[in-house]
């Protein structure tokens, strides 16, 4: 099973890009899914997140209002709408999955909950 994020490139500030996440090998319609972002020389961090069944999502407090996390699960893919972009969102991008989700309604923000990750995506944002 493999996790492919594609997408990511050189942007503007204050423009946009999606990011797609595809499984191959298993679908991923019974797995919450996140996305996380790791910056130059920062630590990994919780980007967004959304239920296997689209019904909850979950943000991070500086993408909440500009970033979009949805789902097509007959596509088996998960996608990160990033709109008005800052230079701070520059990082390599992982979308993650939580195989093991014991949560009823809500999705996890902890990287040590998601068990599958894919290999990343880098998004430059410039000035």
């Known amino acids: 099973v493999q996790l492919q994020a594609s997408g990511g490139g050189l942007v503007q500030a204050g423009g946009s890009l999606r990011l797609s996440c595809a499984a191959s090998?298993?679908?991923?319609?019974?797995?919450?899914m996140g996305w996380f972002r790791q910056a130059p020389g920062k630590e990994r961090e919780f980007v967004a997140a959304?239920?296997?069944?689209?019904?909850?999502?979950s943000y991070s407090d500086s993408v909440k209002g500009r970033f979009i996390i949805s789902r097509d699960n007959a596509k088996n893919t998960v996608y990160l709408q990033m709109n008005s972009l800052k230079t701070e969102d520059t990082a390599v991008y992982y979308c993650a999955a939580d195989q093991n989700s014991r949560r009823y309604l809500s999705v996890s923000r902890s990287q040590v909950d998601y068990d599958l990750w894919g290999q990343g995506t880098l998004v430059t944002v410039s000035s």
């Open positions: 959304i239920k296997w069944s689209g019904g909850s999502t």
């Open positions: 090998g298993r679908t991923l319609s019974s797995y919450d």
